[in-house]
């Protein structure tokens, strides 16, 4: 994993699979809904452990629990944290990250060019 | 020929019934029990859950990707350990798990609701979705139904199992216990099903052919032919039913208007009712509306129900009683553990101390009240700050609703008058918009003699002349606060009481429908006073 290209600095890892990224929301409805599938789906089929705290409230809820997402309340402009424990943590924390910078994949279900 | 057996008991109700008995098990504590564990209900809980997850994949599968996507989510957060988790906290803090249920997604519901984000608050909707489906997938215990036609014999019978049956077919009641002044009994005269209480316990096999020759207050086991006939032909000659007259006002001889409103108990009745023989409806108790836990937090059901009342009602006022539960009126894990007693938790003080119950009917009340002429009447308040509590949730649901969107209008609210407490200090009750007697339990409460239990039934009989005397008082105070107020206890509906409740100053009755007849001539016949109108002058 240390041998892989970093580009961005917010994310952070360690040799025990621990990884930490931050990130803000910029997709126009925030994370509910379909948005909110898409990321636990994606967070659920990493082994690790996915975690997100909401604007530093420093609370960390389980990222891949939709119900927690939808409660966590999240919309645009929030700052997200994400952090990934286990197996393929940092392999997770850039596939979710992805998806939050590309909207949730949103344009692309909604039949416009990706 | 063999020897029939006949058993003396109470009459109910009325009438003459034959058919094969239906021998219902006895249900006990121990029946019981099992039904209110932790792990039963939280198995309940899950294989609610898993109908709901089927449904919705099924629902899914019809519709366009859009659509579906939607329903997606729906399954999402329900295949979410999460929602269940939080509703088991409850189920382990006592909850049944409908309320458990309910209670952790309204809450859940509520966050959502706060959020700053218009986009966010409008997928509260989905979880309400969410929330009544698994709510209807908990239908709870299904009652153990029984051939149309046939005679229930058992120790008791449960309101809501009486509405779930089909009596269309006839049949009829008897009870090893039971009293004549409980609701079954109550719901067996509106339907004029025979029934006889308080046989005692007797044998005898399902199956086999049975009278219930109730006016006589008789069960005949196996009877002759000959003793079927004579119970047919007297009952034949004894029902000269009085053609229904219209109007929803009637005159006293000494032409005193008086108003007469419909007691409604479930739609049946609305179906069977004509309206124009009423001002409206009185009462509308919602409790026996409602045949599980899990119906009573459906607030669809609520809703259109109150709608078929407004519906049939027209313009006329309809006055819809918020749950009445506790008491001899219990739905498995709701009002049913702690407030067996007449004394407990029931009427309003369960509806404050289930506030999740209250706000799904009020929701319900509110949106109903945008249509029609609703008002909302209070049962069984005893202190002003029960009243005051009760327009709080109306007010915060109703603001809820119109932040929704949804179209809303606050109700009147009015109370139940049934508590000597609350009869004796009804000028402090300034914020009840109008006031509704309710006899029954007043009369029990004053003579101190349960309705439901026939040993002191002697007591409750004679109950009138105290009852008379404290409306009398109630109604002094009524008047100086300019408030309406009118009656819906069954004394309403016996003739042979109506002319004192006019000398109390009643002006308003609400009665059954099937007593309507009895009720117009009594009050025809009777001065505003409550003298026969022969001995005026």
Redesign the interface.
């Known amino acids: 994993m240390e041998s892989r290209p970093r580009q961005e600095a917010p994310e952070a890892g360690d040799a025990h699979g621990h990884c930490q990224t931050e990130i803000e929301v910029t997709h126009g ?2 994370l ?3 948005p ?2 898409t990321f ?2 994606l967070a659920r089929s990493f082994p690790c452990s996915v975690e997100i705290e909401v604007n530093g409230s420093n609370v960390w809820l ?1 990222g891949k ?4 997402m ?2 966590a ?4 402009g929030t700052i997200l944290k994400i952090r990934a424990r286990g197996l393929r943590a940092a392999e997770a924390i850039r596939a979710l990250k992805a998806l939050v910078e590309r909207d949730f994949d949103e344009e692309k ?1 909604h039949g416009r060019s990706a | 020929m063999a020897e029939a057996l006949e058993i003396v008991g109470i009459c109910a109700s009325p009438g003459v019934a034959i058919g094969t008995v239906h021998l219902a098990a006895d249900v006990t504590a121990e029946t019981f029990a099992p039904f209110y564990t932790v792990a039963a209900e939280r198995e309940k809980l899950r294989q609610a859950v898993g109908v709901a997850v089927t449904d919705l994949s099924a629902l899914a599968d019809r519709l366009d990707e859009e659509s579906a ?2 329903l ?2 729906q399954v ?2 329900l295949l ?4 269940v988790e ?1 509703a088991e906290e409850r189920i382990v803090g006592g909850d049944g798990a409908a309320l458990a249920w309910a209670g952790a997604l309204d809450r ?1 519901i509520a ?2 609701e ?4 218009e ?2 608050r409008a ?1 509260a909707v ?2 309400v979705d969410i929330r009544n489906r698994v709510l209807r997938a908990l239908t709870g215990r299904p009652v153990e139904d029984f051939a149309p036609g046939s005679v229930f014999v058992g120790k008791d019978l449960e309101p809501s199992h009486f509405l779930a049956h089909d009596w269309s077919a006839g049949g009829g009641i008897v009870l090893f216990d039971g009293s004549a002044s409980s609701h079954v009994a109550m719901l067996a005269r509106s339907r004029g099903i025979p029934m006889v209480v308080a046989t005692g316990r007797f044998e005898i096999g399902d199956g086999l052919r049975v009278l219930v020759d109730a006016s006589d207050a008789l069960v005949v086991i196996d009877p002759e032919d000959a003793r079927i006939r004579k119970a047919k032909s007297r009952m034949a000659s004894a029902s000269p039913s009085a053609p229904a007259q219209p109007g929803g006002t009637v005159e006293t001889a000494d032409g005193v208007a008086i108003r007469l409103s419909a007691i409604i108990n479930d739609r049946q009745e609305l179906k069977a009712t004509d309206p124009s023989s009423f001002a409206g409806i009185g009462l509308m108790r919602t409790e026996f509306l409602i045949a599980s836990p899990a119906d009573a937090f459906d607030e669809e059901k609520h809703y259109e129900v109150c709608r078929q009342a407004l519906d049939w009602a027209g313009s006329a006022p309809v006055i819809v009683r918020m749950l009445d539960l506790g008491g001899d009126k219990t739905l498995p894990g709701l009002g049913a553990k702690k407030s067996e007693s007449f004394m407990g938790v029931r009427g309003i003080r369960l509806l404050l101390a289930l506030p999740e119950l209250a706000r799904v009917q009020a929701r319900a009340l509110l949106r109903a009240a945008a249509h029609g002429n609703l008002s909302v009447l209070l049962p069984m308040v005893t202190v002003p700050d029960e009243l005051d509590s009760m327009r709080t949730i109306f007010e915060e649901e109703l603001a809820v609703l119109v932040r929704r969107g949804v179209e809303a209008r606050m109700p009147e609210i009015g109370m139940m008058v049934e508590v000597p407490a609350a009869a004796l200090m009804l000028d402090r009750f300034s914020r009840s918009a109008f006031f509704s007697f309710g006899t029954n339990d007043l009369a029990q409460y004053l003579m101190a003699a349960a309705r439901g239990d026939q040993s002191v039934a002697g007591l409750y009989e004679v109950a009138a002349p105290a009852v008379c005397r404290l409306i009398g008082q109630s109604v002094a105070l009524a008047e100086a606060m300019k408030r309406p107020l009118g009656i819906c206890g069954e004394m309403a509906s016996e003739p042979r009481h109506v002319p004192a409740l006019m000398a109390a100053g009643l002006r308003h009755f609400s009665v059954a429908p099937s007593r309507i007849a009895d009720i117009r001539s009594a009050i025809g016949g009777s001065c505003s006073d409550g003298r026969a109108a022969a001995e005026k002058r």
């Open positions: 409805f925030g509910h809904a379909r909110s599938v636990t789906r389980n629990s939709i119900v927690k939808i409660g309340r999240i919309r645009r279900k | 996507g939607i997606d989510f999402e957060m979410d350990p999460a929602l939080m859940y966050g959502i706060e959020a700053p984000d986009q966010l997928r989905d979880v």
